[in-house]
C-alpha cells in the first residue's frame, strides 16, 4: 500500500528548497534558526556548555541539509578501509528511530526498532562494534568499556552535535541536489549556514550536478583550499529475501517493479532502479519509517525492491517477490592515507 499522504504544504517545500528562492513568508523563521545555532556554537566554543572529549580519536561524518547524502554507507566503507589498515574502529551513531532510552550496543541480531535502523545496518555490514545513544558520547564510553581495543571512533551523523569532541569532520553533499536555495530550515534545506565548511577537514560529493549552472553554485559554496573528493555509490545488484539469491542487474532490465524507500531522499533510490532499465512504481515513505506488513501488502505479482536500510526493519519478510538492493561506498583514492595521516596530526584540536 502506498504511505499516507503528506499535506500539500509540506509536499511543496522541498521543491521550494532545492529551486532559486526560499518561501518569503519562511525566512523569519530561518534567521532565527540562524542566530540560535551561532549563539549554540559559541557557548560551546566558550566551553560555557560542556564538551566532551574521549580517549581515543573521533571522526564525524556528516553533512549540512535535511535528508539523505550518503554517510551511512560511507562510514561502512570507511570502517571496513581503516580496519584493512590495521586500525581498529568502532562506530557510534545517535540511533535515530530506535526506541532503547539508555545506551546499547547494536548485534547483528539486534531489533531494528530498538536501536534504529542505521545503526543496525552498520552492525550487520562491517566487522566493528557499534553503539547508540541519544548523546553520543554516551554511546562511546559504552563502546569503549566493552571494547577497550578499539583505537578510533567514527560517528555516524553528528556534525552539529558539539557536546562530542571531534578531530575530524567529513561532510557528504548529494551533488545532485547542493545546498539548495542557501537558506537554513525552513526556507531551505540547510542545518547550518555554509560558512560551516570553513571549519570542517574535507568533503566528499557524490553524484553529479543536474547542470552547469548548478555545478558552479556548488564549487563556489566549497572554500578555497579544502580537500574534496568524488564518492561513488554503488547499488548492488538486488538480493532476494526469500532465499533466491542474487539477480544481476541485466536480468532486470525492462521488469515491471515496486520500489519501497523510507530513507531521505527516496527518489534518488527510484531514479537509481530507472538507471539499470527498471520501470518503476514508486512507494515513497519518511526517513526511519518503521515498515509494517500492511506497507509492504503491495497488490499484484511484481517483485518489491527496498532499500538495504528499510530491509533491515523487515526480519518477517520472508519472500522471494521482495528484494533487498545494498549500497555500497567506493573511496576515493587518496582519502584513506589522508585521513590516517590527518588523525596524527589533529589530536586534540579544538571544536569549531
Known amino acids: 500500500m502506498q504511505s499516507p499522504p503528506e499535506p500539500a504544504w509540506l509536499q511543496r517545500l522541498p521543491a521550494a528548497w532545492y529551486g532559486r528562492r526560499p518561501v518569503l513568508a519562511l525566512v523569519p523563521l ?41 554517510k551511512t554507507p560511507l ?55 557499534v553503539a547508540v545513544a541519544r548523546r553520543r558520547a554516551d554511546a562511546a564510553r559504552l563502546l569503549l568499556a566493552a571494547h577497550p581495543e578499539c583505537d578510533l571512533l567514527l560517528c555516524d551523523d553528528g556534525l552539529q552535535h558539539y557536546a562530542l569532541a571531534r578531530d575530524v569532520e567529513l561532510v557528504v553533499v548529494d551533488a545532485a541536489r547542493g545546498f539548495g536555495n542557501g537558506w537554513l530550515l525552513p526556507a531551505g534545506p540547510l542545518r547550518e549556514p555554509l560558512g560551516r565548511l570553513r571549519s570542517v577537514q574535507g568533503v566528499l560529493l557524490h553524484g553529479a550536478a543536474p547542470d552547469a549552472r548548478a555545478d558552479r553554485a556548488l564549487q563556489a559554496a566549497l572554500p578555497a583550499g579544502l580537500p574534496a573528493w568524488r564518492l561513488r555509490l554503488r547499488m548492488e545488484p538486488p538480493c532476494s529475501l526469500g532465499g533466491a539469491g542474487v539477480r544481476d542487474w541485466p536480468a532486470w532490465s525492462g521488469i515491471a517493479v515496486h520500489g519501497v524507500a523510507g530513507i531521505g531522499n527516496p527518489g534518488r533510490f527510484f531514479a537509481g532502479l530507472r538507471a539499470q532499465g527498471l520501470r518503476v512504481t514508486e512507494h515513497a515513505f519518511p526517513d526511519h519509517h518503521a515498515l509494517t506488513p500492511a506497507d509492504l501488502a503491495i497488490a499484484g505479482t511484481a517483485p518489491v525492491l527496498l532499500t538495504a536500510k528499510d530491509a533491515v526493519k523487515c526480519p518477517w519478510l520472508v519472500s522471494t517477490r521482495y528484494w533487498v538492493v545494498p549500497l555500497v561506498a567506493e573511496l576515493p583514492a587518496g582519502l584513506l592515507p589522508w585521513l590516517l595521516e590527518l588523525l596524527e596530526t589533529t589530536r586534540g584540536r579544538e571544536n569549531p
Open 75 to 129: 562510514v561502512i566503507a570507511l570502517a571496513a578501509a581503516l580496519r584493512a589498515a590495521g586500525r581498529r574502529p568502532g562506530v557510534i551513531s545517535r540511533g535515530y528511530g530506535g526506541r532503547w532510552r539508555q545506551p546499547g550496543l547494536v548485534q547483528a541480531g539486534t531489533d531494528a526498532a530498538d536501536c534504529g535502523d542505521e545503526a543496525l545496518l552498520i552492525a550487520r555490514s562491517v566487522d566493528a562494534p
Open 30 to 70: 530561518s534567521l532565527r534558526v540562524g542566530a540560535v545555532a551561532a549563539l549554540r556554537r559559541l557557548l560551546f566554543r566558550w566551553r560555557l556548555r560542556r564538551v566532551e572529549r574521549l580517549p581515543v580519536p573521533v571522526v564525524v561524518v556528516g553533512n549540512l541539509v535535511v535528508g539523505g547524502a550518503g
